[in-house]
Protein backbone atom coordinates (compact mmCIF):
# COMPACT_ATOMS: atom_id res chain seq x y z
CA UNK A 1 0.00 0.00 0.00
CA UNK A 2 3.11 2.50 0.92
CA UNK A 3 4.06 2.00 -2.72
CA UNK A 4 1.15 2.48 -4.50
CA UNK A 5 0.49 6.32 -1.90
CA UNK A 6 4.14 6.70 -4.22
CA UNK A 7 3.03 6.27 -7.27
CA UNK A 8 -0.31 8.02 -6.91
CA UNK A 9 1.95 11.11 -5.53
CA UNK A 10 3.95 11.09 -8.71
CA UNK A 11 0.79 10.44 -10.99
CA UNK A 12 -1.05 13.55 -8.71
CA UNK A 13 -0.30 16.10 -11.19
CA UNK A 14 -2.65 14.89 -13.90
CA UNK A 15 -5.24 13.31 -11.98
CA UNK A 16 -5.64 17.05 -10.32
CA UNK A 17 -6.78 18.49 -13.33
CA UNK A 18 -9.33 16.25 -13.73
CA UNK A 19 -10.07 17.00 -9.72
CA UNK A 20 -10.27 20.42 -10.30
CA UNK A 21 -12.70 20.10 -12.75
CA UNK A 22 -15.18 18.25 -11.17
CA UNK A 23 -14.74 20.54 -8.34
CA UNK A 24 -12.39 18.80 -5.83
CA UNK A 25 -14.59 15.73 -6.39
CA UNK A 26 -12.00 12.89 -6.88
CA UNK A 27 -14.13 10.10 -9.12
CA UNK A 28 -12.93 7.68 -6.74
CA UNK A 29 -11.04 7.63 -3.10
CA UNK A 30 -8.34 4.76 -3.26
CA UNK A 31 -6.81 5.18 -0.18
CA UNK A 32 -7.87 1.72 0.67
CA UNK A 33 -9.26 0.23 4.13
CA UNK A 34 -9.37 2.47 7.45
CA UNK A 35 -9.04 -0.87 9.22
CA UNK A 36 -7.13 -3.22 10.55
CA UNK A 37 -5.64 -5.96 8.04
CA UNK A 38 -5.19 -9.54 8.37
CA UNK A 39 -0.86 -10.01 8.89
CA UNK A 40 -1.27 -12.52 6.05
CA UNK A 41 -2.57 -10.12 3.75
CA UNK A 42 0.13 -7.16 4.24
CA UNK A 43 3.42 -7.23 3.24
CA UNK A 44 6.46 -7.62 5.40
CA UNK A 45 7.54 -3.93 4.63
CA UNK A 46 4.34 -2.30 5.23
CA UNK A 47 4.31 -4.44 8.65
CA UNK A 48 7.49 -2.86 9.09
CA UNK A 49 6.21 0.59 8.67
CA UNK A 50 2.77 -0.83 10.42
CA UNK A 51 4.84 -1.16 13.84
CA UNK A 52 4.98 2.22 13.49
CA UNK A 53 1.47 3.44 11.91
CA UNK A 54 -1.14 0.86 13.52
CA UNK A 55 0.97 -0.17 16.70
CA UNK A 56 2.53 3.58 15.98
CA UNK A 57 5.51 2.52 18.22
CA UNK A 58 8.00 4.81 18.47
CA UNK A 59 10.95 2.10 18.42
CA UNK A 60 9.15 1.13 15.63
CA UNK A 61 10.51 2.95 12.50
CA UNK A 62 13.52 1.29 13.55
CA UNK A 63 12.31 -2.31 12.64
CA UNK A 64 13.96 -4.11 9.58
CA UNK A 65 11.47 -5.80 7.58
CA UNK A 66 13.79 -8.79 7.20
CA UNK A 67 13.44 -9.35 11.16
CA UNK A 68 9.51 -9.42 11.15
CA UNK A 69 8.19 -12.74 11.27
CA UNK A 70 4.66 -13.39 10.06
CA UNK A 71 3.41 -16.26 11.45
CA UNK A 72 0.47 -18.33 10.00
CA UNK A 73 -1.25 -19.33 13.07
CA UNK A 74 -4.55 -20.29 13.55
CA UNK A 75 -4.67 -19.05 16.96
CA UNK A 76 -4.49 -15.30 15.53
CA UNK A 77 -7.59 -13.37 14.58
CA UNK A 78 -8.96 -9.86 14.72
CA UNK A 79 -11.89 -8.86 16.55
CA UNK A 80 -13.81 -6.01 16.29
CA UNK A 81 -14.88 -4.04 19.41
CA UNK A 82 -17.49 -1.25 19.29
CA UNK A 83 -18.66 1.30 17.77
CA UNK A 84 -21.74 0.43 19.78
CA UNK A 85 -19.79 -1.16 22.73
CA UNK A 86 -21.01 0.25 25.92
CA UNK A 87 -17.57 0.42 27.43
CA UNK A 88 -16.60 2.57 24.63
CA UNK A 89 -17.53 5.92 25.81
CA UNK A 90 -19.35 6.57 22.71
CA UNK A 91 -18.81 5.46 19.05
CA UNK A 92 -15.25 4.49 19.47
CA UNK A 93 -14.37 1.32 17.49
CA UNK A 94 -11.42 -0.89 17.96
CA UNK A 95 -9.88 -3.21 15.76
CA UNK A 96 -7.71 -5.84 17.68
CA UNK A 97 -5.98 -9.23 16.33
CA UNK A 98 -5.32 -11.29 18.73
CA UNK A 99 -3.52 -14.58 20.06
CA UNK A 100 -5.60 -16.38 21.98
CA UNK A 101 -6.72 -14.11 24.89
CA UNK A 102 -3.44 -11.37 24.29
CA UNK A 103 -3.87 -8.48 21.96
CA UNK A 104 -1.07 -8.58 19.38
CA UNK A 105 -1.82 -5.73 17.61
CA UNK A 106 -4.88 -2.25 17.86
CA UNK A 107 -6.34 0.19 15.17
CA UNK A 108 -8.51 2.84 16.56
CA UNK A 109 -11.22 3.75 13.98
CA UNK A 110 -12.88 7.12 14.91
CA UNK A 111 -15.07 9.29 12.48
CA UNK A 112 -18.50 7.92 13.64
CA UNK A 113 -19.17 11.07 14.89
CA UNK A 114 -17.85 13.43 12.53
CA UNK A 115 -19.99 16.37 11.89
CA UNK A 116 -17.40 18.85 10.31
CA UNK A 117 -17.54 21.48 13.32
CA UNK A 118 -14.54 23.30 11.58
CA UNK A 119 -16.10 23.93 8.69
CA UNK A 120 -19.31 24.92 10.33
CA UNK A 121 -16.86 27.51 12.47
CA UNK A 122 -16.07 29.03 9.17
CA UNK A 123 -19.30 30.28 8.62
CA UNK A 124 -19.98 31.63 11.84
CA UNK A 125 -19.23 34.85 13.19
CA UNK A 126 -16.60 34.96 16.01
CA UNK A 127 -19.37 36.04 18.14
CA UNK A 128 -21.11 32.58 17.21
CA UNK A 129 -18.11 30.28 16.88
CA UNK A 130 -17.91 29.97 20.57
CA UNK A 131 -21.65 27.68 20.37
CA UNK A 132 -20.11 25.71 18.24
CA UNK A 133 -16.68 24.85 19.67
CA UNK A 134 -18.70 24.28 23.09
CA UNK A 135 -20.11 20.87 21.71
CA UNK A 136 -17.06 19.71 20.52
CA UNK A 137 -15.61 18.13 23.92
CA UNK A 138 -18.99 17.92 25.68
CA UNK A 139 -17.31 16.99 29.23
CA UNK A 140 -14.99 20.40 29.00
CA UNK A 141 -17.55 22.77 27.35
CA UNK A 142 -15.22 26.06 29.39
CA UNK A 143 -12.13 25.03 27.77
CA UNK A 144 -13.53 24.74 24.67
CA UNK A 145 -14.41 28.26 24.51
CA UNK A 146 -11.85 29.59 25.84
CA UNK A 147 -9.08 28.12 23.78
CA UNK A 148 -11.71 29.85 20.77
CA UNK A 149 -11.91 32.99 22.32
CA UNK A 150 -8.45 33.46 23.69
CA UNK A 151 -7.17 32.62 19.88
CA UNK A 152 -10.07 35.30 18.74
CA UNK A 153 -9.20 37.90 21.35
CA UNK A 154 -5.09 37.45 20.44
CA UNK A 155 -5.87 38.13 16.74
CA UNK A 156 -7.87 41.11 18.15
CA UNK A 157 -5.17 42.32 20.66
CA UNK A 158 -7.15 42.55 23.69
CA UNK A 159 -6.65 42.83 27.53
CA UNK A 160 -8.81 41.13 28.95
CA UNK A 161 -9.93 42.87 32.21
CA UNK A 162 -9.18 41.42 35.56
CA UNK A 163 -12.61 40.16 36.83
CA UNK A 164 -13.22 38.85 33.41
CA UNK A 165 -10.28 36.62 33.36
CA UNK A 166 -10.52 35.47 36.85
CA UNK A 167 -14.26 34.13 36.18
CA UNK A 168 -12.85 32.37 33.28
CA UNK A 169 -9.84 30.69 35.81
CA UNK A 170 -13.14 29.79 38.26
CA UNK A 171 -15.37 28.02 35.77
CA UNK A 172 -12.24 26.10 34.06
CA UNK A 173 -11.79 24.87 37.08
CA UNK A 174 -14.88 23.39 38.64
CA UNK A 175 -14.97 22.32 34.64
CA UNK A 176 -11.75 20.06 35.56
CA UNK A 177 -13.86 19.13 38.27
CA UNK A 178 -16.66 17.78 36.49
CA UNK A 179 -14.72 16.19 33.84
CA UNK A 180 -12.88 14.51 36.11
CA UNK A 181 -15.55 13.43 38.37
CA UNK A 182 -17.38 12.15 35.35
CA UNK A 183 -14.37 10.21 34.54
CA UNK A 184 -14.64 8.85 37.57
CA UNK A 185 -17.76 7.62 37.42
CA UNK A 186 -17.82 6.01 33.74
CA UNK A 187 -14.06 4.26 35.04
CA UNK A 188 -15.66 2.60 37.90
CA UNK A 189 -19.05 1.40 35.52
CA UNK A 190 -16.22 -0.03 33.41
CA UNK A 191 -14.41 -1.99 35.61
CA UNK A 192 -17.94 -3.02 37.63
CA UNK A 193 -17.98 -0.62 40.63
CA UNK A 194 -21.86 0.99 39.86
CA UNK A 195 -21.40 2.54 43.15
CA UNK A 196 -18.74 4.52 42.18
CA UNK A 197 -20.94 5.43 38.65
CA UNK A 198 -24.09 7.25 41.01
CA UNK A 199 -21.44 9.17 43.37
CA UNK A 200 -19.85 10.70 40.34
CA UNK A 201 -22.71 11.93 38.63
CA UNK A 202 -23.94 12.87 42.06
CA UNK A 203 -21.08 15.16 42.77
CA UNK A 204 -21.18 16.47 39.24
CA UNK A 205 -24.30 17.50 39.35
CA UNK A 206 -24.30 19.65 42.08
CA UNK A 207 -21.59 21.60 40.40
CA UNK A 208 -23.57 21.12 37.34
CA UNK A 209 -26.21 22.90 39.48
CA UNK A 210 -23.74 25.91 40.08
CA UNK A 211 -23.27 26.05 35.74
CA UNK A 212 -26.71 26.76 35.14
CA UNK A 213 -27.05 29.10 37.70
CA UNK A 214 -24.23 31.10 36.38
CA UNK A 215 -24.68 30.50 32.62
CA UNK A 216 -28.45 28.89 32.23
CA UNK A 217 -27.06 25.55 30.84
CA UNK A 218 -25.47 22.78 32.40
CA UNK A 219 -23.86 21.76 29.28
CA UNK A 220 -22.82 23.61 26.26
CA UNK A 221 -22.93 26.79 27.71
CA UNK A 222 -21.48 29.08 25.35
CA UNK A 223 -20.57 31.58 28.56
CA UNK A 224 -16.74 32.42 27.83
CA UNK A 225 -16.90 34.92 24.48
CA UNK A 226 -14.41 37.03 23.06
CA UNK A 227 -13.84 39.33 24.90
CA UNK A 228 -14.92 38.22 28.51
CA UNK A 229 -17.44 36.66 29.85
CA UNK A 230 -21.55 36.65 28.73
CA UNK A 231 -22.86 37.74 32.00
CA UNK A 232 -21.25 38.41 35.81
CA UNK A 233 -21.91 36.19 38.30
CA UNK A 234 -24.76 35.37 40.20
CA UNK A 235 -25.39 37.60 43.73
CA UNK A 236 -24.45 35.23 45.78
CA UNK A 237 -22.05 33.09 44.03
CA UNK A 238 -19.34 32.54 46.71
CA UNK A 239 -21.83 30.69 49.29
CA UNK A 240 -22.52 28.11 45.79
CA UNK A 241 -18.48 27.70 45.56
CA UNK A 242 -18.02 27.05 49.29
CA UNK A 243 -20.73 24.91 49.24
CA UNK A 244 -18.72 22.86 46.56
CA UNK A 245 -15.33 23.33 48.49
CA UNK A 246 -16.96 21.82 51.82
CA UNK A 247 -18.76 18.92 49.84
CA UNK A 248 -16.31 17.44 47.47
CA UNK A 249 -13.11 16.89 49.61
CA UNK A 250 -15.08 14.45 51.59
CA UNK A 251 -16.56 13.38 49.03
CA UNK A 252 -13.15 12.37 47.30
CA UNK A 253 -11.82 10.90 50.77
CA UNK A 254 -14.96 8.58 50.33
CA UNK A 255 -13.82 7.35 46.59
CA UNK A 256 -10.51 7.11 48.50
CA UNK A 257 -11.95 4.29 50.51
CA UNK A 258 -14.54 2.98 48.02
CA UNK A 259 -11.77 2.48 45.16
CA UNK A 260 -8.18 3.45 46.17
CA UNK A 261 -7.88 0.61 48.75
CA UNK A 262 -9.89 -1.82 46.89
CA UNK A 263 -8.20 -5.16 46.37
CA UNK A 264 -11.08 -5.94 43.46
CA UNK A 265 -10.22 -2.57 41.95
CA UNK A 266 -6.77 -2.45 42.31
CA UNK A 267 -6.21 -5.84 40.90
CA UNK A 268 -8.32 -4.12 37.38
CA UNK A 269 -5.78 -1.16 37.35
CA UNK A 270 -2.37 -2.18 38.75
CA UNK A 271 0.30 -2.86 35.76
CA UNK A 272 -2.55 -2.56 33.12
CA UNK A 273 -1.92 -0.68 30.16
CA UNK A 274 1.44 0.88 30.83
CA UNK A 275 3.24 3.36 28.90
CA UNK A 276 6.58 5.42 29.28
CA UNK A 277 7.22 8.96 28.91
CA UNK A 278 9.25 8.51 25.87
CA UNK A 279 6.52 6.63 23.94
CA UNK A 280 3.81 9.31 25.39
CA UNK A 281 6.47 12.15 24.36
CA UNK A 282 6.56 10.60 21.08
CA UNK A 283 3.15 9.34 20.94
CA UNK A 284 2.54 13.54 21.25
CA UNK A 285 -0.06 12.45 24.29
CA UNK A 286 -0.89 14.93 26.64
CA UNK A 287 -2.62 15.69 30.36
CA UNK A 288 -3.14 13.05 32.43
CA UNK A 289 -1.83 10.49 30.11
CA UNK A 290 1.75 11.95 29.64
CA UNK A 291 1.95 13.15 33.52
CA UNK A 292 0.81 9.40 35.07
CA UNK A 293 4.14 8.28 33.19
CA UNK A 294 5.91 10.73 36.08
CA UNK A 295 6.71 13.50 33.32
CA UNK A 296 5.57 16.83 35.27
CA UNK A 297 3.90 18.79 31.78
CA UNK A 298 1.01 21.39 32.80
CA UNK A 299 0.58 24.37 30.50
CA UNK A 300 -1.24 25.81 33.24
CA UNK A 301 2.12 25.86 35.38
CA UNK A 302 4.63 25.56 32.79
CA UNK A 303 3.03 28.17 30.34
CA UNK A 304 0.51 29.74 32.00
CA UNK A 305 -2.25 31.82 30.86
CA UNK A 306 -5.37 33.43 32.54
CA UNK A 307 -4.39 33.45 35.70
CA UNK A 308 -2.72 30.61 36.62
CA UNK A 309 0.61 32.04 37.65
CA UNK A 310 -1.19 33.91 40.71
CA UNK A 311 -2.31 30.91 42.55
CA UNK A 312 -0.29 28.04 44.07
CA UNK A 313 -1.17 24.42 42.82
CA UNK A 314 0.70 20.98 42.34
CA UNK A 315 0.96 19.21 38.89
CA UNK A 316 0.25 15.82 40.18
CA UNK A 317 2.62 12.99 38.56
CA UNK A 318 2.38 9.11 38.69
CA UNK A 319 5.33 7.04 38.52
CA UNK A 320 5.34 3.93 36.00
CA UNK A 321 2.32 5.26 33.89
CA UNK A 322 -0.53 2.70 34.36
CA UNK A 323 -4.20 2.67 34.68
CA UNK A 324 -3.62 3.26 38.16
CA UNK A 325 -1.52 6.28 37.89
CA UNK A 326 -4.11 7.64 35.37
CA UNK A 327 -6.93 7.31 37.77
CA UNK A 328 -5.05 8.89 40.94
CA UNK A 329 -3.78 11.82 38.95
CA UNK A 330 -7.33 12.75 38.18
CA UNK A 331 -8.13 12.29 41.55
CA UNK A 332 -5.90 14.31 43.05
CA UNK A 333 -6.40 16.81 40.19
CA UNK A 334 -9.81 17.37 41.64
CA UNK A 335 -8.30 17.99 45.02
CA UNK A 336 -5.38 20.60 43.05
CA UNK A 337 -8.61 22.58 41.42
CA UNK A 338 -10.73 22.63 44.72
CA UNK A 339 -7.23 24.58 45.96
CA UNK A 340 -7.32 26.87 43.05
CA UNK A 341 -10.88 27.47 43.23
CA UNK A 342 -10.50 28.49 47.02
CA UNK A 343 -7.96 31.38 45.96
CA UNK A 344 -9.88 32.22 43.13
CA UNK A 345 -13.03 32.93 45.40
CA UNK A 346 -10.46 35.10 47.69
CA UNK A 347 -9.04 37.08 45.02
CA UNK A 348 -12.07 37.67 42.69
CA UNK A 349 -11.30 41.31 42.19
CA UNK A 350 -14.43 43.92 41.64
CA UNK A 351 -14.90 45.26 37.62
CA UNK A 352 -16.30 44.48 34.35
CA UNK A 353 -16.80 40.93 33.19
CA UNK A 354 -16.35 42.01 29.54
CA UNK A 355 -14.55 44.30 27.99
CA UNK A 356 -15.51 47.49 27.41
CA UNK A 357 -15.01 47.81 23.87
CA UNK A 358 -17.50 48.72 21.34
CA UNK A 359 -16.06 46.96 18.57
CA UNK A 360 -16.90 43.46 20.13
CA UNK A 361 -18.91 43.65 22.74
CA UNK A 362 -22.80 44.18 22.55
CA UNK A 363 -24.47 46.78 24.81
CA UNK A 364 -26.06 45.83 27.87
CA UNK A 365 -29.91 44.96 27.96
CA UNK A 366 -30.54 47.83 29.81
CA UNK A 367 -29.34 50.55 27.41
CA UNK A 368 -31.45 48.89 24.84
CA UNK A 369 -34.61 50.00 26.05
CA UNK A 370 -33.24 53.35 26.35
CA UNK A 371 -30.89 54.10 23.29
CA UNK A 372 -31.70 54.06 19.86
CA UNK A 373 -27.95 53.68 19.13
CA UNK A 374 -27.58 50.63 21.57
CA UNK A 375 -29.98 49.39 19.78
CA UNK A 376 -28.54 49.71 16.27
CA UNK A 377 -25.37 48.39 17.55
CA UNK A 378 -27.21 45.33 19.48
CA UNK A 379 -28.08 44.59 15.70
CA UNK A 380 -25.30 45.18 14.03
CA UNK A 381 -23.29 43.08 16.37
CA UNK A 382 -25.47 40.23 16.22
CA UNK A 383 -26.03 40.25 12.45
CA UNK A 384 -22.48 41.13 11.17
CA UNK A 385 -20.81 40.02 14.08
CA UNK A 386 -17.41 42.26 14.49
CA UNK A 387 -14.43 42.05 12.15
CA UNK A 388 -10.93 40.39 13.47
CA UNK A 389 -7.77 41.65 11.82
CA UNK A 390 -5.91 39.46 9.42
CA UNK A 391 -3.40 36.96 10.78
CA UNK A 392 -3.04 33.20 12.23
CA UNK A 393 -2.31 32.28 15.85
CA UNK A 394 -2.02 28.97 17.81
CA UNK A 395 -3.21 29.01 21.98
CA UNK A 396 -3.13 26.35 23.81
CA UNK A 397 -4.49 25.56 27.30
CA UNK A 398 -4.54 22.59 29.76
CA UNK A 399 -8.45 20.99 29.17
CA UNK A 400 -8.85 18.12 31.68
CA UNK A 401 -7.83 15.77 28.73
CA UNK A 402 -4.80 17.52 28.02
CA UNK A 403 -3.75 19.98 24.98
CA UNK A 404 -6.68 21.97 23.39
CA UNK A 405 -5.25 23.84 20.72
CA UNK A 406 -7.15 26.40 18.50
CA UNK A 407 -5.32 27.72 15.16
CA UNK A 408 -7.07 30.43 13.86
CA UNK A 409 -6.76 32.00 10.27
CA UNK A 410 -8.27 35.42 10.16
CA UNK A 411 -8.63 37.24 6.51
CA UNK A 412 -9.83 40.31 8.20
CA UNK A 413 -13.71 39.45 8.07
CA UNK A 414 -16.15 38.66 11.03
CA UNK A 415 -15.79 35.15 10.17
CA UNK A 416 -12.57 32.84 10.99
CA UNK A 417 -10.64 32.10 7.45
CA UNK A 418 -9.87 28.82 9.50
CA UNK A 419 -10.21 27.20 12.45
CA UNK A 420 -8.21 23.93 13.23
CA UNK A 421 -8.85 22.58 17.14
CA UNK A 422 -6.18 20.39 18.12
CA UNK A 423 -8.29 17.54 20.35
CA UNK A 424 -6.46 16.45 22.90
CA UNK A 425 -8.50 13.03 23.29
CA UNK A 426 -7.79 12.51 19.48
CA UNK A 427 -4.19 12.48 19.85
CA UNK A 428 -4.21 10.86 22.90
CA UNK A 429 -6.28 7.95 21.40
CA UNK A 430 -3.33 7.17 19.12
CA UNK A 431 -1.57 6.16 22.38
CA UNK A 432 -4.12 3.19 22.53
CA UNK A 433 -2.36 0.54 20.75
CA UNK A 434 0.57 0.98 22.81
CA UNK A 435 -1.12 1.14 26.08
CA UNK A 436 -2.69 -2.68 24.60
CA UNK A 437 0.47 -4.21 23.34
CA UNK A 438 0.74 -7.44 24.86
CA UNK A 439 -2.26 -7.38 27.48
CA UNK A 440 -5.40 -9.48 27.59
CA UNK A 441 -8.41 -8.19 26.10
CA UNK A 442 -10.08 -8.23 29.69
CA UNK A 443 -7.42 -5.52 30.69
CA UNK A 444 -9.05 -3.69 27.13
CA UNK A 445 -11.78 -2.05 28.67
CA UNK A 446 -9.64 -0.57 31.56
CA UNK A 447 -7.33 1.05 29.55
CA UNK A 448 -9.80 2.59 26.91
CA UNK A 449 -11.31 3.93 30.12
CA UNK A 450 -8.24 5.16 31.44
CA UNK A 451 -7.37 7.13 28.29
CA UNK A 452 -10.56 9.19 28.49
CA UNK A 453 -11.89 9.80 25.06
CA UNK A 454 -14.51 12.18 24.41
CA UNK A 455 -15.99 11.14 21.21
CA UNK A 456 -17.50 14.05 20.12
CA UNK A 457 -13.81 15.59 20.21
CA UNK A 458 -12.42 12.97 18.63
CA UNK A 459 -14.44 13.32 15.23
CA UNK A 460 -15.34 17.05 15.65
CA UNK B 1 2.38 32.82 27.54
CA UNK B 2 1.07 31.28 24.17
CA UNK B 3 3.63 33.29 22.15
CA UNK B 4 5.39 31.16 19.53
CA UNK B 5 8.12 31.67 17.08
CA UNK B 6 7.41 31.18 13.58
CA UNK B 7 9.14 29.75 10.42
CA UNK B 8 8.56 29.89 7.17
CA UNK B 9 9.84 27.08 5.51
CA UNK B 10 10.57 25.62 2.10
CA UNK B 11 9.24 22.59 0.94
CA UNK B 12 12.44 21.35 0.17
CA UNK B 13 13.86 21.87 3.61
CA UNK B 14 11.03 20.84 5.38
CA UNK B 15 12.28 17.78 6.63
CA UNK B 16 15.99 19.09 7.06
CA UNK B 17 14.53 21.81 9.65
CA UNK B 18 12.26 19.92 11.23
CA UNK B 19 15.36 16.97 12.02
CA UNK B 20 16.71 19.76 12.80
CA UNK B 21 14.26 21.52 15.50
CA UNK B 22 14.10 18.14 16.77
CA UNK B 23 17.94 17.99 17.74
CA UNK B 24 17.09 21.05 19.00
CA UNK B 25 15.12 19.51 21.51
CA UNK B 26 11.85 20.02 20.32
CA UNK B 27 10.44 17.41 21.36
CA UNK B 28 7.01 17.01 20.48
CA UNK B 29 4.58 17.17 17.21
CA UNK B 30 1.73 19.12 19.18
CA UNK B 31 -0.69 19.34 15.70
CA UNK B 32 -0.26 19.62 12.19
CA UNK B 33 -3.03 21.23 10.36
CA UNK B 34 -3.83 22.55 7.24
CA UNK B 35 -5.24 25.59 5.25
CA UNK B 36 -6.40 26.00 1.76
CA UNK B 37 -5.79 29.92 0.59
CA UNK B 38 -7.70 29.70 -2.32
CA UNK B 39 -10.12 32.14 -1.17
CA UNK B 40 -7.82 34.25 0.46
CA UNK B 41 -4.71 34.34 -1.99
CA UNK B 42 -3.12 37.87 -0.85
CA UNK B 43 -2.33 37.21 2.74
CA UNK B 44 0.69 38.67 4.53
CA UNK B 45 3.94 36.23 4.16
CA UNK B 46 7.60 37.57 4.32
CA UNK B 47 9.97 38.55 1.81
CA UNK B 48 11.06 35.30 -0.62
CA UNK B 49 8.18 33.11 0.28
CA UNK B 50 6.48 32.18 -2.76
CA UNK B 51 2.30 31.37 -1.40
CA UNK B 52 1.17 28.29 -2.47
CA UNK B 53 -2.47 27.64 -2.25
CA UNK B 54 -2.36 24.99 0.62
CA UNK B 55 -0.67 25.22 3.41
CA UNK B 56 0.78 23.01 6.41
CA UNK B 57 1.14 24.21 10.02
CA UNK B 58 3.18 22.01 12.20
CA UNK B 59 3.47 22.76 15.84
CA UNK B 60 6.50 21.68 17.70
CA UNK B 61 6.60 22.32 21.63
CA UNK B 62 10.06 21.45 23.50
CA UNK B 63 9.07 20.66 27.04
CA UNK B 64 12.49 21.06 28.29
CA UNK B 65 13.02 24.77 27.21
CA UNK B 66 9.43 25.38 27.48
CA UNK B 67 9.36 26.89 23.80
CA UNK B 68 6.61 26.51 20.74
CA UNK B 69 7.68 26.80 17.23
CA UNK B 70 5.33 27.32 14.21
CA UNK B 71 6.34 25.95 11.01
CA UNK B 72 4.32 27.00 7.97
CA UNK B 73 5.05 25.41 4.81
CA UNK B 74 3.67 26.28 1.42
CA UNK B 75 2.37 23.64 -0.73
CA UNK B 76 1.52 24.41 -4.28
CA UNK B 77 -2.08 23.36 -5.99
CA UNK B 78 -0.68 21.60 -8.64
CA UNK B 79 1.02 18.95 -6.28
CA UNK B 80 -0.54 18.97 -2.91
CA UNK B 81 2.10 16.86 -1.74
CA UNK B 82 4.67 17.16 1.41
CA UNK B 83 7.21 14.65 3.87
CA UNK B 84 5.54 12.51 6.13
CA UNK B 85 6.82 13.42 9.84
CA UNK B 86 5.98 10.06 11.08
CA UNK B 87 9.72 8.79 10.99
CA UNK B 88 10.33 11.72 13.55
CA UNK B 89 7.23 11.82 15.64
CA UNK B 90 5.25 8.71 15.33
CA UNK B 91 2.60 11.14 17.26
CA UNK B 92 2.39 13.00 14.03
CA UNK B 93 0.26 9.73 11.80
CA UNK B 94 -3.10 10.11 13.09
CA UNK B 95 -3.30 14.05 12.73
CA UNK B 96 -1.41 13.85 9.38
CA UNK B 97 -4.03 11.53 7.78
CA UNK B 98 -6.66 14.25 9.21
CA UNK B 99 -5.18 16.75 7.10
CA UNK B 100 -5.50 14.33 3.99
CA UNK B 101 -8.86 13.46 4.79
CA UNK B 102 -10.20 17.01 4.84
CA UNK B 103 -7.42 18.91 3.29
CA UNK B 104 -6.76 16.64 0.25
CA UNK B 105 -2.64 16.57 0.97
CA UNK B 106 -0.83 13.49 0.54
CA UNK B 107 1.78 13.10 2.71
CA UNK B 108 4.89 11.00 1.25
CA UNK B 109 5.94 7.70 2.18
CA UNK B 110 2.72 7.93 5.53
CA UNK B 111 2.64 4.51 6.39
CA UNK B 112 -1.11 4.42 6.66
CA UNK B 113 -2.13 7.36 4.28
CA UNK B 114 -6.09 6.87 4.77
CA UNK B 115 -9.13 8.40 5.85
CA UNK B 116 -9.58 8.79 9.39
CA UNK B 117 -12.77 11.14 10.08
CA UNK B 118 -14.65 11.01 6.81
CA UNK B 119 -16.35 7.24 5.61
CA UNK B 120 -13.67 5.05 2.82
CA UNK B 121 -14.83 5.94 -0.58
CA UNK B 122 -16.20 9.73 -0.12
CA UNK B 123 -15.38 11.81 -2.53
CA UNK B 124 -13.45 15.03 -1.94
CA UNK B 125 -12.07 16.84 0.86
CA UNK B 126 -14.51 18.78 2.70
CA UNK B 127 -12.14 21.58 4.41
CA UNK B 128 -11.13 22.84 0.76
CA UNK B 129 -12.62 26.11 -0.12
CA UNK B 130 -14.05 24.23 -3.14
CA UNK B 131 -15.77 22.26 -1.40
CA UNK B 132 -19.32 23.20 -1.38
CA UNK B 133 -21.25 23.65 1.70
CA UNK B 134 -24.33 21.94 0.57
CA UNK B 135 -27.50 23.36 1.53
CA UNK B 136 -31.14 21.90 1.98
CA UNK B 137 -34.07 24.06 1.13
CA UNK B 138 -36.13 24.09 4.35
CA UNK B 139 -39.63 25.54 3.93
CA UNK B 140 -40.86 28.00 6.80
CA UNK B 141 -44.41 28.59 5.82
CA UNK B 142 -46.40 26.58 7.32
CA UNK B 143 -47.79 23.61 4.97
CA UNK B 144 -51.55 23.92 4.48
CA UNK B 145 -54.25 23.01 6.60
CA UNK B 146 -51.71 22.56 9.51
CA UNK B 147 -50.65 25.22 12.20
Redesign the interface.
Given at each position: ??KK??D??KV??SS?EEEAES???????S????ELQEVEDTGRY?LS??F???L???E??DVDPGDIDIEFSDEKMIINMGPQHPSTHGVLRLMMELDGEVILRTKPV??YL?T?M??TAE?LTFLQGPTNVTRMDYLSPFHNELVFS?ATE?LLGLELPDRASWIRTLMCELNRCTSHLMWMATNGMDLGSSSMMIYGFREREMILAFFEKVTGLRMNHNYIRPGGVAADLPDGWEDDVLAILETIPGRLDEYDELLTGQPIFRERVDNVGIITAEQA??????GPILRSTG?A?DLRR????LNYDQVEFDVIVGSIGDCFDRYSVRLNEIRESLRIIAQVVEKMPAGDYKIQDKKVTPPPRVRIDESMEALIHHFKIYTEGFKVP???V???VESPRG?I?C?M?S?GSAKP??M?I?GPS??N??TLPTMLRGGIIADAVAAISSVDPVMGEV?? | ??T?EVLHVERSNYLATVTELKNQGY?????V?G??YL??PG??LPEGVVPGRYEV?V?LLS?GN?S?V?IRVQVP?????IETL??L???????ER?V?D?V?I?F?????????????????????K????GAVPIQFKSVNGAG
Amino acid sequence: MLKKMNDSGKVDASSHEEEAESLALVPETSEGPQELQEVEDTGRYELSAEFGSTLRLPEGVDVDPGDIDIEFSDEKMIINMGPQHPSTHGVLRLMMELDGEVILRTKPVVGYLHTGMEKTAEGLTFLQGPTNVTRMDYLSPFHNELVFSMATEQLLGLELPDRASWIRTLMCELNRCTSHLMWMATNGMDLGSSSMMIYGFREREMILAFFEKVTGLRMNHNYIRPGGVAADLPDGWEDDVLAILETIPGRLDEYDELLTGQPIFRERVDNVGIITAEQAIALSATGPILRSTGFAWDLRRDMPYLNYDQVEFDVIVGSIGDCFDRYSVRLNEIRESLRIIAQVVEKMPAGDYKIQDKKVTPPPRVRIDESMEALIHHFKIYTEGFKVPEGEVYVAVESPRGEIGCYMVSDGSAKPYRMHIRGPSFVNLQTLPTMLRGGIIADAVAAISSVDPVMGEVDR
Amino acid sequence: MNTSEVLHVERSNYLATVTELKNQGYEMCVDVAGVDYLTHPGRELPEGVVPGRYEVVVNLLSLGNRSRVRIRVQVPEDDPTIETLFFLYPGSEAMEREVYDLVGIRFQNHPDLTRILMPEGWEGHPLRKDYSMGAVPIQFKSVNGAG
